[in-house]
Each structure stands twice: as C-alpha cells, then as structure tokens.
C-alpha cells in the first residue's frame, strides 16, 4: 500500500509491484503523484476515500470485475471537485505554518489599547513572516487547482495568476481573491490540458513546458481576467 499525504509518499510502488497486481486501486479524492507510471496498466478500480472505507469488502472481493480494461473517464464535475480538493490539501500547509508563527508573536505581545503588538523586533520579524505566509495561500490554491486538470506545465503561469486575482490590478483595481481563484485555476488547467495536444514542430516541442505554455497561458488570461 503506497501512501500519499502532507509528509510525501511512503511505501512507493514499484515497477514490479504494479506488473505483479492482479488490480490496482485508486482510493483517493485529490490528484496523485506519479501518476503517469499507472498508465501502461488497465486494469484501475478507481473509488472515493469514503467508499473504499464503507464498501472495503466488496471492492477487494468483487475487484476483478470491478476493474476496467478501457480507461474511464471522469466527469468535469468530479475532476474540477477532485482539483478543489488538491488545492485545499496543499494550501493548508501555508495557513497551519503561518497560523502558529502569527499565535507565537500573539502569545507573546503586549496589548495597546484594542491591538495586541509585538514584543520586540524579532516578534514583528516574525509575524511579518506570518503575513506574508497567509498571502501565499491564493497563489498556491491556484497552482494546485491547476496542476489537478492540466498536469505540471499549468503550475507557473497558474501561481502568477493567483497573485493577480488577489491583488488590485488594472485601471479599475480589480481584486477578486478565493472565487476569481477557482475560476481562473480551472480555466487555467483545462486551457492547458487542450493546448499539450497540439501538434508542434519537435524544437518548439522541447521549451513547451518551460517557456510557451505559461507565456501564452498568461497571454490569454491575463486581458480576460482584466
């Protein structure tokens, strides 16, 4: 059983783990990493973390009819879910870290009037820290969300536009934060996922990741979103 959570992957699957499975199950509500090396094999059950908990024994018993040959595709509904879910996982580190650092400067300030300030250079140092760590909770929403649809190649041009949609931007100052976030992330992933299966000369194949694909990503949502 190979598991995937905040602190990494353990129990990692090999090559050969997979060649000996009789089935391969999925149980997981966000996206996974290394997921290309489930590719070759066809034969997934894929379930949700609730089910694959209250229906343990009929999935293991019933998993070679269960399992299909053919690649089964997910509904919009359920991937822009699933990309939710992976953003909500990866931005909580931000707010848990940034949450104790800002309580630690709280704990350990004195009150002025209505404000609690803190005690010394290093405690405002530090709870600077803090802000700009909940700053960084958009930006990492949206890479993530992001990543979810559309794979590696969405992450940077989806972290600038997180920062965009957070801030005030363009002659009306427009800041649209969590639901501009959502919407753009998704339109990001999917506007990705479409545009890696266009066919290219093999030289511009080769910077499409690093330098095309986020450079007219950013092209294209940036005047929509202003």
């Not at 009037?113 to 802000?131: D, E, H, R, T, Y």
């Not at 949206?142 to 979810?148: C, E, G, N, R, V």
């Not at 030289?203 to 294209?220: D, E, F, N, R």
Request: no cysteine; net charge neutral; hydrophobic share 50%.
């Amino acid at each position: 059983m190979e598991t995937q959570g905040a602190a990494g992957i353990d129990n990692v699957l090999t090559e050969k783990d997979l060649k000996r499975a009789d089935v391969i199950l999925l149980a997981t509500d966000i996206s996974i990493d290394n997921a290309e090396l489930l590719e070759p094999f066809k034969k997934v059950i894929k379930v949700s973390t609730s089910e694959a908990v209250k229906n343990t024994a009929n999935i293991f018993n019933n998993a070679e009819a269960l399992s299909s040959p053919k690649e089964v595709k997910e509904s919009i509904g359920k991937e822009i879910f699933r990309s939710l879910n992976t953003g909500i996982s990866k931005f909580l580190l931000a707010i848990i870290a940034s949450g104790i650092l800002l309580s630690i400067v709280l704990m350990t300030g004195h009150v002025v009037g209505k404000a609690i300030l803190p005690s010394n250079q290093f405690f405002a140092n530090l709870q600077q820290v803090a802000f700009y760590g909940f700053a960084m909770m958009v930006p990492v929403l949206a890479a993530y969300m992001a990543y979810s649809i559309g794979g590696n190649a969405p992450l940077a041009p989806a972290f600038i536009m997180g920062n965009v949609v957070n801030n005030p931007i363009g002659s009306n100052h427009v800041s649209t934060g969590f639901i501009g976030t959502m919407i753009f992330s998704v339109l990001i992933g999917y506007f990705v996922k479409w545009f890696k299966t266009v066919k290219f000369h093999p030289v511009i194949a080769s910077v499409m990741p690093v330098m095309i694909i986020p450079t007219v990503t950013l092209l294209v949502m940036t005047p929509i979103y202003i």
